[in-house]
């Protein structure tokens, strides 16, 4: 029996049965579908990440549940909200997540993360409990070996030589100069993680020869990217390009000092994409300064330099605001890359883009 008559007293017994079935479809429709909660509140950024058309494809088998908070949440608020989803999606601002999330949850089983790296956002206790975590690296890591390629070409054309307002005589005298081709050279690839990789696969065309440093590659993973192993010393000494992408760890923290610097060749091009405490930055400043080589940094430590720091007055140095990951355009990627392997998730199948607790060594 309804609890109410929306036709009246006069209502036939196949208008109630009509009615019935179909608030039992919708209520079984609202009860088949998974529910997620998303982390980042409303915004400008939210809106690049979470855009219309692919939110109105993920609403049609989920119930979405958003941030109306205008703030991001704090662990504790995401614990209650959390507490009968199936699933979180996180992404840049999302509050740590630690085991307190997970027993306020008992449906959750997969946290999805709309961005790069979860060190230091989700506690390894997450992953001990059996949620699966992703994250969205892989199509970060495109975009930053595009940007790497793009500073590479730049600095090689030497194209801030000709820049808006570029005093005349700046490059006076500077022996890097020069306006040179990628073409068959040697590039050194420090660190062959996803956004090394990445710019690998971008210097196809251009028939370099590529070196690379990195300790957790086999030889015969490195034979099957096409690249030697070297060592770090091998690489930066025999390389025209030299380009960082290692992630920080206790061996990375600071592994080009300022011995290591002094190494780079004249007339090489170094690039940073990676993380600015890699590496000595008053060290690299005074090799710079003698204008023997040139550098694009998308990362620094600290973050931003300081206004009078030297590196700022160089002409052969180049220093975008960490830009190097997805563009306004290429952000919505990220939320198609977890909606897809949330899908995978749910019909039983393995997501393309797990994180597990091992990886959190080795990830930038």
């Known amino acids: 029996m309804l609890p109410f008559d929306p036709f009246g007293k006069q209502s036939s017994r196949i208008e109630r049965l009509c009615v019935t079935m179909s608030l039992k479809l919708f209520e079984g ?22 855009q219309p058309d692919i939110m109105e494809d993920f609403e049609s088998d989920t119930n979405v549940i958003l941030n109306d908070l205008g703030r991001g949440f704090t662990t504790e608020e995401l614990a209650q909200r959390a507490s009968d989803c199936d699933a979180i999606i996180t992404s840049w601002g999302a509050p740590h997540i630690d085991l307190s999330v997970v027993q306020s ?9 709309a961005a790069g790296t979860v060190k230091g956002l989700i506690a390894e206790e997450v ?18 070996g595009e940007f ?3 500073l590479t070409l730049t ?5 801030p030589r000709y820049s808006l307002g570029a005093p005349a005589d700046a490059w006076k005298d500077i022996a890097c100069a020069g306006n040179e081709t990628l073409f068959g050279k040697t590039v050194g690839i420090i660190g062959l993680s996803r956004t ?3 710019f690998l696969r971008l210097l196809a065309p251009f028939n370099c020869k590529v070196l690379a440093y990195d300790p957790y590659t086999s ?10 192993l070297v060592s770090l010393e091998e690489l930066i000494t025999s390389s025209k390009i030299i380009s960082l992408h290692a992630p920080i760890t206790e061996e990375t923290i600071g592994m080009l000092d300022a011995g290591k610097i002094k190494l780079i060749p004249d007339g090489a091009v170094f690039i940073n994409t990676a993380r600015g405490i890699l590496l000595d930055h008053d060290a690299l400043a005074c ?17 931003p330099l300081p206004d009078d720091h030297p590196l700022r007055k160089l002409p052969n140095v180049l220093i975008p605001p960490h830009i190097a990951g997805p563009t306004v355009d290429g952000r919505r990627d990220m939320f198609r890359c977890v909606v897809d392997d949330l899908r995978l998730f749910w019909a039983g199948k393995k997501p393309g883009n797990v994180v597990t607790r091992q990886m959190l060594a080795t990830m930038a």
């Open 29 to 50: 429709d609202f009860m088949d579908k998974k529910r997620v909660i998303i982390t980042m509140q409303k915004g400008p950024l939210y809106d690049n990440i979470f």
């Open 105 to 113: 949850a008992p449906k959750l089983k997969m946290i999805a993360h």
């Open 127 to 144: 992953f001990d409990a059996g949620i699966t975590v992703t994250n969205s690296a892989s199509v970060m890591a495109t975009y930053v």
């Open 148 to 150: 790497a390629l793009t």
């Open 155 to 159: 600095m090689l054309r030497t194209l």
């Open 196 to 198: 090394g990789r990445s």
């Open 219 to 228: 030889e015969e993973e490195a034979v099957k990217l096409g690249v030697k």
């Open 287 to 303: 090799e710079l300064q003698t204008g023997r080589f040139k550098a694009a940094l998308d990362v620094t430590y600290p973050e």
